[in-house]
């Protein structure tokens, strides 16, 4: 297996609402990162968790809560946005090891907020 | 801080023709290089990296990438353009080491073939 699968892929959420995206991998990979990017606009960087632990926070709002239950599974809880959080959030694992950097994107959850 | 210049927001090919999308980065030390390619609502799909060793790295889909260190640069290439490689590119970069840094992308260049 040498995807990242996301889901879902569509999601449409209210401002009270709370919802959660997920991302999968089983490349044995061991850092994860949650990047968000708006129309037209390159990807930017909100998390990265390795080993596990969140090693990288870029600021973001309170409003995303990622979560990284195990070394396969990364999630993104999401609570009270706003229209401007509007984005495709897209997961990605990386290996580590040295001379073999490799990044795996998934193909991203499209996220509306109404 | 590391960073990536794309100069040109949008490139124009004929079919059949040779294309080159540019890259140019900051970053301290040695860098780690990467180009990307996203068609309309999709993820990201990997085409080439550089880690180290030769300069010129070939990729997936026929494109190639030149490493030049003393011009800090690193442009995608393609001897003969397709219609279907139509899509954004991103050049990224980290800088090498240890860590989990996250990738650092370029503002994006739109390739354009026409038929």
């Known amino acids: 297996d040498t995807e990242v699968t996301q889901t879902p892929k569509h999601l449409v959420m209210g401002m009270t609402n709370k919802k959660s995206l997920k991302c999968e991998q089983h490349?044995?990979?061991?850092?994860m990162y949650w990047y968000k990017q708006k129309a037209k606009k390159p990807p930017e960087l909100m998390f990265v968790?390795?080993?596990?632990?969140?090693?990288i926070n870029e600021s973001v709002p309170s409003r995303f809560s990622p979560e990284c239950p195990n070394s396969s599974l990364l999630n993104l809880h999401l609570h009270a946005l706003q229209p401007e959080d509007s984005a495709l959030y897209l997961c990605?694992?990386?290996?580590?090891?040295?001379?073999?950097?490799?990044?795996?994107f998934g193909s991203g959850t499209r996220l509306t907020v109404v | 801080a590391q960073s990536v210049a794309q100069p040109e927001d949008q490139v124009n090919v004929a079919e059949g023709n040779p294309l080159t999308v540019k890259c140019t980065y900051s970053?301290?030390?040695?860098?780690?290089l990467f180009w990307y390619v996203q068609y309309p609502n999709r993820g990201l799909q990997f085409l080439l990296k550089?880690?180290?060793?030769?300069?010129l790295v070939k990729g997936s889909y026929g494109f190639e990438a030149e490493f030049n260190k003393s011009q800090t640069s690193f442009h995608l290439k393609k001897p003969s353009a397709l219609v279907s490689d139509s899509a954004l590119y991103f050049c990224?970069?980290?800088?090498?080491?240890?860590?989990?840094?996250?990738?650092?992308f370029g503002k994006g260049t739109h390739l354009i073939i026409q038929p």
């Open positions: 990605a694992s990386s290996q580590r090891q040295q001379g073999s950097y490799g990044y795996t």
């Open positions: 490349m044995g990979h061991r850092a």
């Open positions: 968790y390795s080993y596990e632990k969140l090693s």
């Open positions: 970053v301290s030390g040695n860098p780690y």
């Open positions: 550089y880690i180290t060793g030769d300069n």
């Open positions: 990224a970069v980290r800088a090498s080491g240890g860590g989990a840094d996250g990738l650092t």
